[in-house]
């Protein structure tokens, strides 16, 4: 991976992290999951539907992983000092699969920032990844416990669907496509 450029992607990180971090206070707050969901996943659903770093392409596909995080009762009874630490335990790990095929992957903390080449998905992967997209489990509105959620981001209708899995607990169809999305790579992040 080489490390990408400070001054256009760091503001841009910061922005990320610190919606994640405002997202997991806030839902300390929500009255039930629904709406606790609804608050973790919205900095994901506003998320822009093109790369600049794929050349402008436009995404098909994000597969997150966050580690880092701590449950919202935690968060609720931190002092604002540990808030503020907290956000520099979270990391987020991501792949992007664009329109025409190409694919990153990227690494982003509040103290780093690394991106992967662009290289295209085999012509073969490229046709399974629908496939695999519709047999996603729904994630029934529910986050799974904090500490390493993986978040898949898929477009339809021109807007981002979101769904949350328990990293430490994968559905098979999850495993399935991060690993095409790895080959030929043993792992994706």
Known sequence: MRLLGKFHLLPVVRGFLAAVVFAATLSTFAADSATTYANWIQPWRERPVTSPALGGAGLKLIVSRVQGEA??????????????????????????????????????????????????????????????????????????????????????????????????????EVKDMMALLARPYDKLF
Do not use: C
């Not at 335990?89 to 992967?116: M, P, W």
């Not at 992967?125 to 500490?147: E, F, K, N, S």
């Open 71 to 172: 449950d919202a009762a935690a968060v609720a009874a931190m002092t604002p000092v540990q808030r503020a630490q907290l956000a520099y335990r979270i990391k987020v790990a991501a792949a992007e699969v664009a329109t025409n095929g190409n694919l990153r992957t990227y690494f982003i903390s509040n103290t780093d920032a690394r991106s992967s080449a662009a290289r295209p998905l085999a012509a073969g992967d490229w046709a399974l990844l629908d496939p695999l997209l519709q047999q996603l489990p729904d994630d029934r509105v529910q986050l799974p416990p904090a500490g390493e959620r993986i978040v898949v981001q898929f477009l339809d209708g021109g807007q981002w669907r979101v769904r949350v899995y328990d990293g430490k607990n994968l559905p098979l």
